[in-house]
């Protein structure tokens, strides 16, 4: 077993009993970034050696979604995430590369990817707000919020700015349709914007049940 699948199994374990799940980052969210990651890693011919522990232990550590230190989560994840690492003996000439990785991935941390191997982890993170999944999600985590689906008035901002604070539709005109466009690596642009398409033909769909006419 190389050394990557036996630190693999170890990130799990670890991810697991930490990270204080929600309905958006439960270990399903985890293990689809990381399948990401790994495709991506392929596809950009990047270490996957960085990748996949940021990828892992991207949400190890997470403020609540309210909470006024919620944008420096991904801050507290990655010293949270090295210090483990370093722990069970991994090789210290990547930590600082994960460390970036994490850092880097959040969108409301809004930090500049300095390497390709975070924009990866970035970039797989945010594929999963999109498409079926991400609509799913989207849907999950707004109900929970108690946000109502839509507004009555001008329910998909045409006329209006988004306020997804209180309806639920608003988020995917306030972010979710624009995540293709921060996309970093090539791969992931190409992927983002079919699931942008599927995102859009819902919103399509929904909008004819909602305001057409039989």
Same mark, same amino acid.
């Given at each position: 077993?190389?050394?990557?699948?036996?630190?693999? $199994?170890?990130?799990?374990?670890?991810? +697991?009993?930490?990270?204080?799940?929600?309905?958006?980052?439960?270990?399903?969210?985890? =293990?689809?970034?990381? !399948?990401? %990651?790994?495709?991506?890693?392929?596809?950009?011919?990047?270490?996957?050696?960085?990748?996949?522990?940021?990828?892992? =232990?991207?949400?190890?550590?997470?403020?609540?979604?309210?909470?006024? +230190?919620?944008?420096?989560?991904?801050?507290?994840?990655?010293? !949270? %995430?090295?210090?483990?690492?370093?722990?069970?003996?991994?090789? %210290?000439?990547?930590?600082?590369?994960?460390?970036?990785? $994490?850092?880097?991935?959040?969108?409301?941390?809004?930090?500049?990817?300095?390497?390709?191997?975070?924009?990866?982890?970035?970039?797989?993170?945010?594929?999963?707000?999109?498409?079926?999944?991400?609509?799913?999600?989207?849907? +999950?985590?707004?109900? !929970?919020?108690?946000?109502?689906?839509?507004?009555?008035?001008?329910?998909?901002?045409?006329?209006?700015?988004?306020?997804?604070?209180?309806?639920?539709?608003?988020?995917?005109?306030?972010?979710?349709?624009?995540?293709?466009?921060?996309?970093?690596?090539?791969?992931?642009?190409?992927?983002?914007?079919?699931?942008?398409?599927?995102?859009?033909?819902?919103?399509?769909? =929904?909008?004819?049940?909602?305001?057409?006419?039989?």
């Amino acid at each position: 077993m190389t050394l990557l699948a036996t630190v693999e $199994i170890k990130l799990l374990e670890y991810v +697991q009993a930490e990270m204080v799940q929600d309905l958006a980052h439960d270990m399903n969210h985890v =293990l689809r970034v990381v !399948k990401t %990651a790994k495709a991506l890693c392929q596809s950009e011919n990047a270490l996957i050696e960085v990748v996949v522990p940021a990828a892992y =232990l991207h949400d190890c550590f997470s403020f609540e979604k309210n909470h006024a +230190q919620r944008a420096e989560s991904s801050k507290y994840a990655a010293d !949270k %995430a090295i210090n483990y690492i370093a722990s069970i003996g991994y090789p %210290a000439k990547f930590l600082d590369a994960i460390h970036h990785c $994490i850092v880097a991935h959040s969108y409301s941390a809004n930090v500049e990817t300095e390497t390709i191997e975070a924009a990866i982890v970035q970039d797989a993170d945010r594929l999963d707000a999109l498409g079926a999944i991400g609509i799913a999600r989207c849907l +999950q985590v707004s109900s !929970k919020l108690g946000r109502a689906l839509y507004s009555n008035d001008d329910a998909f901002c045409a006329h209006r700015e988004p306020d997804d604070s209180v309806y639920t539709i608003d988020h995917f005109f306030a972010k979710l349709l624009s995540l293709a466009s921060t996309m970093k690596t090539a791969s992931a642009r190409a992927e983002a914007e079919v699931r942008s398409r599927f995102m859009r033909a819902y919103l399509a769909q =929904l909008e004819s049940e909602v305001v057409g006419k039989l």
